[in-house]
Protein backbone atom coordinates (compact mmCIF):
# COMPACT_ATOMS: atom_id res chain seq x y z
CA UNK A 1 0.00 0.00 0.00
CA UNK A 2 1.14 3.83 -0.94
CA UNK A 3 1.02 6.31 1.68
CA UNK A 4 1.94 9.79 1.83
CA UNK A 5 3.82 10.87 4.84
CA UNK A 6 3.86 14.21 6.31
CA UNK A 7 6.57 15.47 9.19
CA UNK A 8 6.58 17.10 12.42
CA UNK A 9 8.70 20.63 12.67
CA UNK A 10 11.42 19.82 13.99
CA UNK A 11 14.99 19.21 13.21
CA UNK A 12 16.15 15.36 12.70
CA UNK A 13 18.72 13.68 10.48
CA UNK A 14 16.83 12.29 6.97
CA UNK A 15 19.74 10.15 6.75
CA UNK A 16 18.54 7.97 9.87
CA UNK A 17 15.39 8.74 9.20
CA UNK A 18 16.05 6.82 5.66
CA UNK A 19 17.26 3.99 7.94
CA UNK A 20 14.55 3.90 10.01
CA UNK A 21 12.43 3.36 6.56
CA UNK A 22 14.58 0.56 5.25
CA UNK A 23 11.58 -2.04 5.60
CA UNK A 24 9.71 0.29 3.37
CA UNK A 25 9.97 1.90 -0.32
CA UNK A 26 10.35 5.12 -0.81
CA UNK A 27 8.81 5.79 -4.27
CA UNK A 28 9.45 9.91 -4.21
CA UNK A 29 10.52 12.66 -1.66
CA UNK A 30 8.08 15.83 -1.92
CA UNK A 31 9.14 19.04 -0.68
CA UNK A 32 6.36 18.61 2.21
CA UNK A 33 6.13 14.91 2.17
CA UNK A 34 7.21 11.64 1.02
CA UNK A 35 5.84 8.59 -1.26
CA UNK A 36 6.11 5.71 0.94
CA UNK A 37 5.37 1.82 0.13
CA UNK A 38 4.95 -0.84 2.82
CA UNK A 39 2.60 -3.13 4.56
CA UNK A 40 3.52 -2.18 7.46
CA UNK A 41 1.21 1.24 8.41
CA UNK A 42 1.41 0.63 12.62
CA UNK A 43 5.19 0.61 12.50
CA UNK A 44 5.04 4.34 10.45
CA UNK A 45 2.71 5.52 12.88
CA UNK A 46 4.70 4.80 15.46
CA UNK A 47 7.74 7.26 14.11
CA UNK A 48 7.86 10.31 15.90
CA UNK A 49 9.09 12.39 13.20
CA UNK A 50 5.94 11.50 11.06
CA UNK A 51 3.07 14.02 11.82
CA UNK A 52 0.31 12.59 9.60
CA UNK A 53 -0.16 9.55 6.97
CA UNK A 54 -2.40 9.55 4.37
CA UNK A 55 -3.45 6.69 2.50
CA UNK A 56 -3.39 6.89 -1.47
CA UNK A 57 -6.24 5.82 -3.30
CA UNK A 58 -5.75 6.97 -7.12
CA UNK A 59 -2.53 7.55 -9.25
CA UNK A 60 -2.11 11.26 -10.90
CA UNK A 61 -4.89 10.87 -13.85
CA UNK A 62 -6.48 13.62 -16.11
CA UNK A 63 -8.52 16.00 -14.34
CA UNK A 64 -12.52 15.41 -15.28
CA UNK A 65 -15.22 16.23 -12.78
CA UNK A 66 -17.30 13.71 -13.01
CA UNK A 67 -14.28 11.05 -12.58
CA UNK A 68 -12.95 12.99 -9.04
CA UNK A 69 -16.59 12.77 -8.23
CA UNK A 70 -16.83 9.24 -8.81
CA UNK A 71 -13.39 8.26 -6.64
CA UNK A 72 -13.89 10.57 -4.07
CA UNK A 73 -17.62 8.79 -4.08
CA UNK A 74 -15.85 5.49 -3.90
CA UNK A 75 -13.16 6.23 -1.31
CA UNK A 76 -16.14 6.88 0.98
CA UNK A 77 -17.57 4.12 -0.09
CA UNK A 78 -14.77 1.47 0.72
CA UNK A 79 -14.01 3.49 4.07
CA UNK A 80 -17.60 2.63 5.01
CA UNK A 81 -17.83 6.37 6.52
CA UNK A 82 -20.50 8.85 6.17
CA UNK A 83 -18.49 12.17 7.15
CA UNK A 84 -15.84 13.87 5.44
CA UNK A 85 -13.85 16.97 4.16
CA UNK A 86 -12.17 17.85 1.88
CA UNK A 87 -8.41 19.14 1.39
CA UNK A 88 -6.86 20.21 -1.50
CA UNK A 89 -3.34 21.16 -2.99
CA UNK A 90 -2.03 22.88 -5.66
CA UNK A 91 1.31 21.97 -6.79
CA UNK A 92 1.47 24.27 -10.17
CA UNK A 93 -1.04 27.06 -10.61
CA UNK A 94 -3.46 26.20 -12.58
CA UNK A 95 -7.47 27.72 -13.73
CA UNK A 96 -9.21 25.81 -10.82
CA UNK A 97 -9.46 26.83 -7.18
CA UNK A 98 -10.28 25.07 -3.97
CA UNK A 99 -13.83 26.63 -4.29
CA UNK A 100 -14.74 25.27 -7.34
CA UNK A 101 -13.51 21.91 -6.51
CA UNK A 102 -16.17 22.59 -3.61
CA UNK A 103 -19.07 23.31 -5.74
CA UNK A 104 -18.48 20.03 -7.86
CA UNK A 105 -17.67 17.23 -5.38
CA UNK A 106 -19.77 18.87 -2.26
CA UNK A 107 -23.29 17.86 -3.69
CA UNK A 108 -22.46 15.06 -5.06
CA UNK A 109 -21.20 13.59 -2.25
CA UNK A 110 -24.28 15.17 -0.37
CA UNK A 111 -26.74 13.09 -2.94
CA UNK A 112 -24.73 9.99 -1.65
CA UNK A 113 -26.32 10.71 1.77
CA UNK A 114 -22.06 11.90 2.84
CA UNK A 115 -22.17 14.61 5.40
CA UNK A 116 -19.91 17.43 5.42
CA UNK A 117 -18.43 17.99 8.40
CA UNK A 118 -15.48 20.29 10.43
CA UNK A 119 -14.33 17.34 12.42
CA UNK A 120 -15.16 14.58 9.61
CA UNK A 121 -14.62 10.49 10.02
CA UNK A 122 -12.41 11.03 6.75
CA UNK A 123 -10.55 13.61 5.32
CA UNK A 124 -10.49 13.52 1.08
CA UNK A 125 -7.18 14.98 0.21
CA UNK A 126 -7.29 16.12 -3.36
CA UNK A 127 -4.05 17.17 -5.10
CA UNK A 128 -3.41 18.86 -8.42
CA UNK A 129 -0.46 19.44 -10.60
CA UNK A 130 -0.06 20.36 -13.85
CA UNK A 131 2.04 18.87 -16.78
CA UNK A 132 2.23 19.31 -20.49
CA UNK A 133 -0.87 21.91 -20.65
CA UNK A 134 -2.45 18.96 -19.07
CA UNK A 135 -4.45 19.01 -15.50
CA UNK A 136 -3.90 15.67 -13.11
CA UNK A 137 -5.56 15.33 -10.20
CA UNK A 138 -5.14 12.84 -7.54
CA UNK A 139 -6.72 11.42 -3.87
CA UNK A 140 -5.78 10.42 -0.57
CA UNK A 141 -7.70 10.00 2.33
CA UNK A 142 -6.43 10.68 6.02
CA UNK A 143 -8.78 8.59 8.51
CA UNK A 144 -8.78 11.14 11.36
CA UNK A 145 -9.86 9.28 14.41
CA UNK A 146 -7.30 6.14 13.73
CA UNK A 147 -4.57 9.00 13.06
CA UNK A 148 -5.44 10.83 16.79
CA UNK A 149 -6.39 7.25 18.71
CA UNK A 150 -2.86 7.34 20.76
CA UNK A 151 -3.91 11.06 22.16
CA UNK A 152 -8.13 10.93 21.96
CA UNK A 153 -8.28 11.56 26.04
CA UNK A 154 -10.30 13.50 27.88
CA UNK A 155 -9.08 16.28 30.79
CA UNK A 156 -11.73 16.14 32.86
CA UNK A 157 -10.47 19.27 34.72
CA UNK A 158 -11.32 22.95 35.84
CA UNK A 159 -7.95 25.26 34.97
CA UNK A 160 -7.97 27.71 38.01
CA UNK A 161 -5.58 30.99 37.75
CA UNK A 162 -5.30 33.22 40.59
CA UNK A 163 -4.28 36.82 40.26
CA UNK A 164 -1.80 36.67 37.09
CA UNK A 165 0.39 39.67 36.67
CA UNK A 166 2.00 38.76 32.85
CA UNK A 167 0.81 38.79 29.41
CA UNK A 168 2.65 35.61 28.64
CA UNK A 169 1.58 33.88 31.70
CA UNK A 170 -2.45 34.64 30.89
CA UNK A 171 -1.84 33.33 27.02
CA UNK A 172 -0.20 30.01 27.93
CA UNK A 173 -2.99 29.31 30.41
CA UNK A 174 -5.41 29.98 27.54
CA UNK A 175 -3.07 27.96 25.03
CA UNK A 176 -3.44 24.69 26.97
CA UNK A 177 -7.08 24.99 28.27
CA UNK A 178 -7.76 25.39 24.64
CA UNK A 179 -5.70 22.30 23.25
CA UNK A 180 -6.57 20.25 25.88
CA UNK A 181 -10.49 21.35 26.32
CA UNK A 182 -10.38 22.19 30.02
CA UNK A 183 -12.65 25.30 31.41
CA UNK A 184 -10.44 28.28 32.57
CA UNK A 185 -11.00 30.07 35.65
CA UNK A 186 -9.08 33.41 36.37
CA UNK A 187 -9.61 34.40 40.07
CA UNK A 188 -8.45 38.27 40.26
CA UNK A 189 -10.58 41.20 42.30
CA UNK A 190 -8.70 43.65 39.80
CA UNK A 191 -9.30 44.55 36.20
CA UNK A 192 -7.48 42.77 33.63
CA UNK A 193 -9.12 43.58 30.61
CA UNK A 194 -5.92 45.00 28.91
CA UNK A 195 -3.88 41.82 30.05
CA UNK A 196 -6.32 39.68 28.40
CA UNK A 197 -7.00 41.39 24.93
CA UNK A 198 -3.12 41.48 24.83
CA UNK A 199 -2.92 37.64 25.81
CA UNK A 200 -5.86 36.83 23.25
CA UNK A 201 -4.26 39.03 20.60
CA UNK A 202 -0.99 36.91 20.84
CA UNK A 203 -2.72 33.54 21.06
CA UNK A 204 -3.87 32.64 17.65
CA UNK A 205 -6.59 29.75 16.83
CA UNK A 206 -8.89 30.24 19.65
CA UNK A 207 -12.71 30.28 19.25
CA UNK A 208 -13.56 32.65 22.10
CA UNK A 209 -17.38 31.95 21.55
CA UNK A 210 -17.23 28.15 22.08
CA UNK A 211 -14.17 28.51 24.71
CA UNK A 212 -15.34 28.31 28.43
CA UNK A 213 -13.44 31.28 30.36
CA UNK A 214 -14.63 32.75 33.12
CA UNK A 215 -12.83 35.73 34.82
CA UNK A 216 -14.09 36.30 38.67
CA UNK A 217 -13.14 36.77 42.28
CA UNK A 218 -14.94 33.37 43.30
CA UNK A 219 -13.36 29.94 44.01
CA UNK A 220 -15.87 27.80 42.08
CA UNK A 221 -18.52 25.32 44.49
CA UNK A 222 -18.96 21.55 44.37
CA UNK A 223 -15.99 20.82 43.16
CA UNK A 224 -12.42 19.30 44.75
CA UNK A 225 -10.05 22.08 44.69
CA UNK A 226 -6.59 20.86 44.50
CA UNK A 227 -3.64 23.50 45.05
CA UNK A 228 -0.07 23.42 43.67
CA UNK A 229 2.49 25.42 45.87
CA UNK A 230 6.68 25.00 46.45
CA UNK A 231 5.30 25.12 50.34
CA UNK A 232 2.88 22.37 50.09
CA UNK A 233 3.37 19.16 51.99
CA UNK A 234 2.25 16.26 50.27
CA UNK A 235 4.64 15.22 47.13
CA UNK A 236 3.59 14.35 43.63
CA UNK A 237 3.74 10.88 44.24
CA UNK A 238 0.85 11.11 46.21
CA UNK A 239 -0.95 13.25 43.47
CA UNK A 240 -1.58 10.72 41.30
CA UNK A 241 -3.92 9.00 43.69
CA UNK A 242 -6.34 12.14 43.39
CA UNK A 243 -5.57 12.28 39.69
CA UNK A 244 -7.88 8.77 39.93
CA UNK A 245 -11.15 9.92 40.80
CA UNK A 246 -14.20 10.55 38.97
CA UNK A 247 -15.33 13.47 41.17
CA UNK A 248 -15.16 17.27 39.55
CA UNK A 249 -11.71 18.54 39.89
CA UNK A 250 -10.41 21.98 39.71
CA UNK A 251 -6.94 22.50 39.89
CA UNK A 252 -5.43 25.91 41.34
CA UNK A 253 -2.17 27.51 40.29
CA UNK A 254 -1.13 30.79 41.08
CA UNK A 255 0.77 33.68 39.39
CA UNK A 256 4.58 32.99 38.43
CA UNK A 257 5.79 35.44 41.17
CA UNK A 258 4.06 35.36 43.63
CA UNK A 259 1.83 31.75 43.86
CA UNK A 260 -1.50 31.31 45.40
CA UNK A 261 -2.37 33.50 48.19
CA UNK A 262 -2.78 32.67 51.72
CA UNK A 263 -6.59 33.26 51.54
CA UNK A 264 -7.15 30.91 48.57
CA UNK A 265 -4.42 28.13 49.96
CA UNK A 266 -6.81 28.31 53.27
CA UNK A 267 -9.42 27.49 50.64
CA UNK A 268 -7.88 23.99 49.35
CA UNK A 269 -8.98 21.51 49.50
CA UNK A 270 -5.49 19.26 49.15
CA UNK A 271 -2.37 21.01 47.80
CA UNK A 272 0.78 19.44 46.80
CA UNK A 273 4.77 20.56 45.65
CA UNK A 274 5.97 19.50 41.61
CA UNK A 275 9.69 18.32 41.64
CA UNK A 276 12.21 18.43 44.53
CA UNK A 277 13.24 22.03 43.12
CA UNK A 278 12.06 24.55 45.98
CA UNK A 279 14.35 27.19 44.96
CA UNK A 280 13.32 27.69 41.41
CA UNK A 281 9.82 26.37 40.91
CA UNK A 282 8.00 25.75 37.83
CA UNK A 283 5.87 28.33 36.55
CA UNK A 284 3.11 27.97 36.75
CA UNK A 285 1.86 27.12 32.85
CA UNK A 286 4.78 24.34 33.24
CA UNK A 287 2.97 23.39 36.62
CA UNK A 288 0.08 22.83 34.51
CA UNK A 289 1.83 20.98 31.93
CA UNK A 290 3.52 18.67 33.80
CA UNK A 291 0.50 17.76 36.08
CA UNK A 292 -1.43 17.00 32.75
CA UNK A 293 1.78 14.51 31.83
CA UNK A 294 1.11 12.74 35.12
CA UNK A 295 -2.39 12.10 34.27
CA UNK A 296 -1.65 10.99 30.17
CA UNK A 297 0.79 8.49 31.98
CA UNK A 298 -1.78 7.40 33.93
CA UNK A 299 -4.55 6.88 31.08
CA UNK A 300 -2.30 5.47 28.26
Excluded at 121 to 129: A, D, G, Y
Excluded at 176 to 201: E, R, V
Aim: proline share 3%.
Amino acid sequence: MEYLIFFNKFDFDKNKFIFKLKNCKILKKEEKYWIIDTNNLEYLRSLQEISKILTKTTNWKRLNFKAIKKDSLDTLKILDKKTYKIQTKFHDKIKISAKSIYKHVNPYLKYEEFILEDNPEVILFIEFKKSKNEIYYRISFLLTKEQNKAIDLKYPFTIIIENPRLVQEISDFLRLCWIFKMPLIIITKDNIDTLLNQAKKITKGIDYKTFSLTITNNLPKNITLIGFSKHAQKKEIELKEHLKTKKPLALVFGDDKFGLSQETRDRMDIMFRLTPELKKPLRASHALSYVLGIYTSLKI
